[in-house]
């Protein structure tokens, strides 16, 4: 298994809208894309810092992960990703190891990427995703 870099780290956040000035007024970082993601009922923000993204990540359902995450608590960080250039070996390799899988297969993600995540039991408490390479395939 290759784990090339942190790809980004997600923060909860109750407003997109009232979160991205701080990381753009306070930190002069720039917000260079916004998306929702349907079937993960959340919409998106992300700002780049060296190689590593920010994804700020708002819920579009009161039912959706990042809200019960938001609701249990509080705003803050809810993920790291790690890029790889292969999801599917990636997972296999953990499966393999003994790490529980959230997703057993890719599935496509912001910025169209495929990802998967990870337990926390098995990952030290940390959801854990890992997102395909683009630069490694």
């Known amino acids: 298994m290759e784990l090339t870099h942190i790809e980004h780290l997600g923060i909860a956040v109750n407003s997109l809208e009232e979160a991205i000035p701080y990381y753009e007024k306070m930190l002069g970082l720039k917000c260079y894309s916004i998306e929702e993601v349907k079937d993960q009922k959340v919409k998106t923000a992300f700002f780049k810092i060296g190689q590593t993204k920010i994804e700020l990540l708002e819920s579009t359902d009161p039912e959706g992960t990042i809200a019960k995450f938001i609701e249990k608590r509080g705003e803050g960080i809810h993920h790291m990703a ?55 395939k």
């Open 82 to 136: 790690f890029a790889t250039p292969s999801v599917k070996d990636c997972l296999t390799e953990l499966e393999a190891k003994g790490v529980r899988l959230i997703d057993k297969e890719p599935r496509k993600g912001a910025e169209g990427l495929n990802i998967a995540f990870l337990h926390p039991k098995s990952t030290h408490g940390v959801l854990t995703e890992v997102c395909e390479d683009p630069n490694k």
